[in-house]
């Protein structure tokens, strides 16, 4: 069978008219886009100070000075949404920083490695998999303490054998391919096989699973954070926005109602770009 | 046969890792873990008989194996704020939390199959975009801000439903199921919006093969090609799918039941852990592990038994 190359220019040509004709890919990439730009313009405005109180306007409902309305005490919850986002988008960041980390080390240690390596890796993994990723995130944050930062680590240590499968797999089928071979007779070095043979051709798979676990971290922090092992008083993550509107449900909904939209958006908008970008990687697309 | 004694020895040899990866990180803690447990200004004396009773003088290794043959014997420690074996406490609370689990399994099932053969049947027609983008929607929901929606309206606006109380299936009927069918509600409807996607894919995918064809122009009824056909070959990936919303929706009961003050093992746990109660927090993660583990060696061998081509 003839196999066509392209050129780069040609590469970003096809990948580009591939992502103008997925609607809901450019629906998730504008979404995530809208979710990153938001985190950072949080770092230096927000409408109102989110920590500032202000016992005049306790449970102000949604209008024009206040578009998400005002806590208990007074504070602006639409900044206070912006600051959650800025976190859940920190957490999705670095579990997910940590998740690629550690299954690269262990997926391409398993795949290249020997059998017993492949295998001992392989069994540890899928004990640590059996968890549901949840409950080993509770186990972890019960341990070592319950901040943000730990349950940032926590939830990306359950996704380590999620991505570590994955790239192992592909490693494996990988080896089978003439240009490895080639490689392995030519005597290259290992790191050198990592970086110009194995890395370029796992991308793809690899940025849906990371575009996924996105979701999935923000879900996550959400739920830690909602049951309170989360982010910590005062720092107002979503989840823990939710936990805090569950007392004021009846006198005022706006506060459970909004944040909750929110998570649904981000999640959203990263689950449209993981199952766009699932497909286009699909050649027969 | 084989395959099913195969998978066991596999699902025993993940169990084990389980009970490794359990013991490890709950002995992980930086720092004298008994000092930890009674509060840095308790008094030495206090701390050195905690150690001694849980045993950390001892190595590491000694502490597993030991460990190890009592949770085999169903032994899981006692707890060090309510006085009392692990394994009683979590006995007394696991009715709401297998109710919620199981009830959530039943809407779940109830609603993904006939939507997501419907939407199959419908491809690319207003019922299947409907159907579709509602699932779409259901995906990226948390289930605890479903629970807390649905809280707010037959809860507390409506008077529907009880708040943060639980009745015993043994006791009540109808209060059971009253107290039970939000929680479930909120993570069953989640979870169907899973399962639709895969039951329409999975069916679609089917309705493209030969055999279909063939049962078509063999001027068989759309309905038994559906249930005689189509459906016996999508139940694989339904199956794979299934097991992991079992695992997925035992952990959102965990959520759950602090949404709506159910006093399950979610509620235990929680409260264990502000407690710092590591045996019981545990305990209730090892369990909890242990039960995924089960359902996903069930799932497989029951895919085994309903496709024989994944025999060989």
Redesign the interface.
Known sequence: MSQKYFSKAEVFRRTYTRINHHKSLKIGLFLSLLVFCIAVTSLFYTPYDPYKMNLRDRFSAPGETHIFGTDEYGRDLFSRCMIGLRIAVTVGLISTSIALGFGLLIGLSAGMGFGWVDEILM??M???Y???????A???????G?NIYNAMIAIGIVRVPIFARMIRNQVISLKKREFITAANSLGVSVISKIFRHYLPNIWAPVSVLISSNF?FAI?SE??LS????GTQPPVPSLGRL?ME??KY??KA?WL??FP?LI???I??GF??LSDGLNDISDPKY | MSFIIRRIVTGMITIFSVTLISFFVFNLIPGDTARIILGFDADETAVSNLREELGLNSPLSVRYFDWFLDVLRGDLGDSIGYKQPVTDIIADTVSPTISITIFSLIISMLLSLPLGILAALKHNKKSDILITSVSQIGVVIPSFWLGIILLLIFSQNLKLFPYGSYTDITENFSDWLKSIFLPSLSLGLISSAVLTRVIRSSVLENMKEDFIRTAKSKGLKESRIIYKHVLKNSLTPILTVTGLQIASILAGTIIIENVFSIPGMGRLLLYSVQRRDLPVVQGVVLWIAMITVIVNIAVDILQIAIDPRLRS
């Open positions: 069994r540890i899928d004990g640590l059996a968890f549901p990723a949840l409950i080993f509770i186990a972890i944050v019960s341990v070592f319950t979701a879900l959400a739920g909602y049951i309170g092992l939710l509107s569950q449900m009846e909904p459970a109602i909750g998570i649904a958006l999640v959203l689950s449209l």
